[in-house]
């Protein structure tokens, strides 16, 4: 898949994958795009079930969109860190190549290539955008200082010229008092607890401000008026991100008495390098968690949350069916990282297991098109970088010029038998220096 690693590894070269494209294209004569964004969404939901018996999450709508269209039951991202991956997703440029690790900046950096977000708009869409497509955040830490009821947006990497629509973030609304969990300090180092590691209901009188819902109604009255140009429209869920507040009903869904952990071995960080082991005990967030006796309680508010998202999801896909661009448009729903709750006693991302690398990636086609046959399951290992270039694929679009380390999938999807080629497969990497890939049965870090 990379040229970089290719040459890293010393396992032969890479024929360029792209098409040269110069200047603007044409007025887009292809379908409608509608990208959904999950934030730290791992695999515990029911299309990505497998046979797995730990924790699993009611999703009912993503599960349906999986069986319209191809889910890709191996997906990896580019880097388990929110901005990296987006920026990596977004460009087709693998962090080796970018020198995106964390939260080194893309949109400055001299003579950069031109993005896939660029080129769809320069080929004649109409870019539309509400929620946490590109990376941000919320001040918890600002919230919590001022025992504030609210966390306002902090936006970090998105930029006004990529979108022609762009809906501003909503701040979001906080219960209180804080932290719900009453855990005050980091187990063993007597150092504060982020605010964002809690968990906990949002009163129902404050269920109408959550961002998600807001973002969601806003794409609902775009579907419901569309664009005449033909459109790419993003949202972006911030669930299942941490801090898990989410109505009381959706933690009542998963009883505490019912909740299944995770499986974890006691000494399952007994082989891995010094490096490893601290990206998974520092911070001691499992300790804390465990210490405090709050695992089941931590599962039961992601599982919510996941199903929080998940009736988003539901809201929108209904109104694309009832919309005057039903039979137009390409569906996509991806993550941009999975999530650890004490696989390897680590919480959270930041690191190249399974757990934080593996993420949902759905891609639902027209019915009426016919571009590639659906419903199908993809169980070879796909990465993210490969979203971009098979969407413009699909739709007949130009690929940008610059070395970018995507590849169309399309071939695949055509020819699901077709043996995987080395620089095809999967990789992740997490801070410089550090990178894991993916192949057939294979990771090899």
């Not at 290539?113 to 600002?142: D, F, M, S, W």
């Amino acid at each position: 898949m990379l040229r970089s690693l290719v040459s890293l590894l010393g396992l032969g070269t890479v024929a360029a994958a792209f098409k040269p494209w110069t200047g603007r294209g044409p007025k887009a004569a292809n379908g409608n795009i509608l990208m959904l964004v999950v934030d730290d969404l791992n695999s515990w939901i029911g299309c990505l079930e497998e046979g797995y018996g730990g924790p699993r999450a009611e999703t009912p709508a993503i599960d349906a969109l999986a069986q319209r269209g191809v889910l890709f039951r191996r997906a990896y991202c580019p880097a388990p860190y929110c901005n990296a991956s987006r920026q990596a997703v977004f460009s087709a440029r693998s962090p080796l190549q970018s020198g995106v690790y964390q939260n080194e900046p893309l949109w400055e950096q001299e003579q950069r290539p031109i993005t896939y977000l660029e080129a769809i708009k320069q080929q004649g869409y109409t870019t539309l955008c509400a929620g946490k497509v590109l990376h941000g955040l919320y001040n918890y830490r600002r919230a919590a200082q001022e025992n504030s009821a609210r966390a306002d947006w902090l936006n970090r990497e998105d930029r006004a010229f990529l979108w022609d629509v762009r809906e501003p973030m909503p701040a979001e609304p906080l219960p209180g008092p804080r932290p719900l969990h009453g855990i005050q300090e980091e187990w063993g180092s007597g150092r504060r607890l982020s605010p964002q590691l809690d968990w906990g209901a949002l009163p129902d009188e404050r269920k109408g401000e959550q961002p998600d819902v807001l973002n969601a109604e806003t794409v609902i009255r775009w579907l419901q008026q569309p664009p005449e140009k033909p459109f790419f429209m993003a949202l972006g869920l911030y669930r299942p991100h941490l801090p898990w507040y989410v109505p009381q009903a959706d933690l009542d869904a998963y009883p505490l008495d019912q909740i299944q952990l995770p499986r974890v071995l006691e000494n399952d960080l007994d082989d891995v390098p010094a490096i490893a082991q601290q990206w998974a005990l520092n911070p001691a967030d499992h300790a804390t968690i465990t210490g405090h006796g709050q695992w089941k309680q931590a599962v039961q508010a992601y599982l919510a949350s996941v199903s929080f998202t998940d009736r988003q999801v539901g809201r929108v896909l209904q109104a694309l069916a009832e919309s005057p661009s039903a039979a137009n448009t390409t569906v996509v729903l991806w993550s941009d990282n999975g999530f650890h709750l004490g696989e390897k006693q680590h919480w959270r991302k930041f690191t190249l297991w399974e757990e934080a690398t593996r993420v949902p990636f759905i891609l639902v086609p027209p019915a009426n098109q016919n571009k590639i046959s659906t419903p199908k399951v993809v169980d070879q290992p796909v990465s993210l970088l490969d979203l971009f270039p098979t969407l413009f694929d699909l739709e007949g679009l130009k690929q940008p010029t610059g070395a970018h380390d995507g590849h169309s999938l399309r071939p695949l999807l055509c020819h699901q038998s077709r043996q995987q080629r080395l620089e095809e497969a999967s990789l992740t990497s997490w801070q410089e220096g550090n990178h894991s890939l993916r192949w057939g049965p294979w990771r090899y870090t």
